[in-house]
């Protein structure tokens, strides 16, 4: 729209971003208001906010400035997440889209962390590295999913612990890949990056990888929001 200034231009490109994720989480915070299933609600928030985020960045201008301006969006919800999880701000619904319990203080853990992922990777990675693709898209596709197919198909236990099931570890994987590849697609056409098998090959092992983590007895102690993340950031910085 502003072409020839950038810095106006990722102000609006800011200013969009910010009111879709923001009528997102209002949608949402609807949902769950008005009686959908709180463990439901919360990881559908939790695979649509960081998706829907990633698809506005080609809104943005190449560079640090785009990556800067566009990480602000998150970057305001890691400070809504402390002000709501310390009792300071007090927002019911926000809380009861985002917690499993209903419990504020549950808002300094994985939603904190969510918000810290995901700005991180925007602002130090951005669009042109498959490392920023990988992160988000196995926090929110893969953990997301894994979730929800796991609490309706998961009767089978993985043996060495019993809170995580096979289907959702199957369903963590394939749907971290998948999320994965399409967004290389996505970025691709836009000329951010250039899509190779060698691509599709590294973000297969990164997925596999977080769902071993993910299914691991230290990543429920420690929050999945965490040890996913580090592990596909991790990895990613040797594969790709």
Known sequence: MFGSNPVVSDVCAAVATAGIIFALLEFWKVTAKHGLDQKLNRKLVH?????VFMLCWPLFSSGHQGAILAALTPGVNIFRMLLLGLGIWKDEATV?????????????KGPLYYALTITLACAIYWRTSPIAIAAICNLCAGDGIADIVGRRFGRQKIP???????????????????ASVMFMYYFASFGYLRKSYEMILGFLVVSLA????????????LDDNLTVTVTSILLGTLVF
């Open 210 to 221: 977080s769902t071993l983590v993910e299914s691991l007895p230290i990543s429920t102690e």
């Open 47 to 51: 695979i649509s906010i960081g998706l």
């Open 96 to 108: 009861k889209s985002m917690s499993r319990f209903g419990d504020h203080r549950e808002l300094l």
């Open 160 to 178: 060495y612990n019993r809170d995580k099931s096979i289907a959702g570890s199957i369903a963590m994987a394939l749907a971290g890949f998948i």
